[in-house]
């Protein structure tokens, strides 16, 4: 079965400064890829998606993600943090190909300094 | 509505109590899936319908847990006899059908067992 690992449960970067959040996925290329984020007591948000050819994928609020085969990665960045983006961010993946549950990883919780 | 829709938003239980959670899923959203997500991790799978069909339920912890969909719309998710580790943030996802589309949350409903 597919799975991702998110490596920092918590990050925290200045106001305006490069956020970069890691997500690695198994072995196999998976067909989709996910981020979500996650604001207090919500549920979970789509950012953006991966879907087989694609390398740099843009999503909402200024996030973008670079798929990776060569490094099994699928990490998320914004250029400019804003205090806004103070939040719980989630990678996922289908569980198995054909499949659509999601496995996700743990999380990485963002804060962000004034 | 706009969006998929959870209630109650917060339950609070005696161990022993039966729970029953709802979900009402975007209009026309074909699949529909249950996860359970502890505090600090993420959601993990617990059920998948589509339309009233029951194809996943690999991830209830126990024949406590029992979910279904009889008109292919909105979702119940019942616990019986509730034990202290069922508490947790039970969330709702509905999207249109298989493959690519991705999944869109409810906020969730936060269940807390005495």
């Known amino acids: 079965a597919q799975s991702v690992t998110q490596l920092g449960s918590h990050v925290s970067v200045s106001e305006g400064a490069l956020v970069l959040l890691r997500c690695n996925y198994s072995s196999s290329v998976p067909p989709y890829l996910f981020w979500y984020v996650q604001y207090p007591n919500q549920g979970l948000q789509l950012l953006l998606k991966?879907?087989?050819?694609?390398?740099l994928v843009k999503g909402i609020n200024g996030f973008e993600a670079e798929f990776k085969k060569s490094e099994t990665s699928f990490h998320l960045t914004k250029p400019s943090a804003h205090m806004s983006d103070a939040a719980e961010y989630f990678c996922a993946v289908p569980s198995n190909f054909g499949n659509e549950k999601l496995t996700f990883g743990t999380g990485t919780r963002l804060t962000i300094i004034p | 509505g706009a969006g998929v829709s959870q209630s109650p938003r917060y339950k609070v239980a005696k161990r022993g109590q039966d729970v029953a959670l709802r979900c009402d899923p975007i209009?026309?959203?074909?699949?529909l899936f249950w996860y359970q997500q502890a505090l600090g991790q993420g959601p993990e799978f617990l059920t998948y319908?589509?339309?009233?069909?029951?194809?996943?339920k690999s991830g209830l912890p126990s024949d406590r847990f029992f979910a279904e969909r009889p008109e292919g719309s909105v979702s119940t998710l019942k616990i019986q006899r509730t034990q202290q580790e069922d508490s947790a943030v039970y969330l709702c996802?509905?999207?249109?059908?298989?493959?690519?589309?991705?999944?869109?949350f409810g906020d969730g409903t936060r269940l807390s067992i005495l």
């Open positions: 209009s026309g959203h074909v699949s």
């Open positions: 991966y879907t087989t050819g694609a390398t």
């Open positions: 996802a509905s999207s249109l059908n298989r493959g690519n589309q991705p999944q869109h």
């Open positions: 319908f589509q339309n009233e069909a029951q194809l996943d």
